[in-house]
């Protein structure tokens, strides 16, 4: 067996769990499966991961770190605050569809949290990580556009996060791309909607803003 660090190793067993789960699911994850699927033996799994449970938490956090890094990528575009936005909202929807399996199992997590009381606890830190990454990511908006939310940002966290999982289930159902890019650059005008600059003065006045379409 080739060496490698911990960390490395960790990430080894991480996909190969997600590979396991996009196949048959998330309930059918299993330390014994894991270590067939990454060709490795029961301890080598058993020494990276305490239990099954820790697994599941570390594949939580892959899913959210998969799921933001096209809008964690908008945050290098040069622009005022509206541009930055509406960056972001062109990068949920160009890292939808490469990324839908990952979607699909990101669902699948939270259903099965639903269901099984022994996932309930991982369901619920992969919900936090998701709420921590968005707040993350507002934040550094504020920072970058120099504003302020008139919302608070805990609970906009949340209203972003559930407005971006309910686009990309309806999209999931319906492959309407049209509908999902809309929704994604509405989502964008509702949080440049709750913005104020230093003086007070609102990001966007008078009327709505127009959407983009694409």
């Not at 060496?3 to 080894?12: G, K």
């Not at 099954?52 to 290098?76: H, I």
Request: glycine share 8%; with cysteine; charged share 25%.
């Amino acid at each position: 067996m080739n060496r490698m660090s911990v960390e490395d190793r960790r990430a080894q067993l991480v996909d190969a769990a997600m590979t396991v789960a996009v196949r048959e699911g998330v309930e059918a994850v299993t330390i014994r499966g894991v270590a067939a699927e990454a060709g490795v033996s029961l301890g080598v799994v058993h020494y990276c991961f305490e239990d099954k449970d820790e697994l599941l938490q570390a594949m939580g956090n892959s899913l959210a770190l998969v799921a933001s890094e096209p809008v964690r990528a908008a945050l290098d575009t040069e622009g005022d605050v509206v541009e930055l936005a509406h960056a972001a909202a062109h990068g949920l929807w160009t890292g939808l569809t490469p990324r839908r399996h990952m979607r699909l199992l990101t669902f699948e997590f939270a259903t099965a949290g639903v269901r099984s009381r022994a996932l309930r606890s991982v369901a619920h830190t992969h919900l936090e990580q998701t709420w921590t990454m968005t707040r993350g990511f507002l934040e550094e908006v504020a920072r970058r556009g120099e504003v302020t939310y008139t919302t608070d940002i805990e609970f906009l966290s949340r209203i972003v996060a559930g407005y971006i999982d309910g686009i990309e289930i309806a999209w999931l159902v319906e492959q309407d791309d049209a509908t999902a890019i809309r929704s994604f650059h509405a989502l964008a005008e509702y949080v440049l909607s709750v913005m104020v600059r230093a003086d007070g003065s609102p990001v966007r006045e008078g009327g709505p803003a127009r959407v983009p379409l694409e």
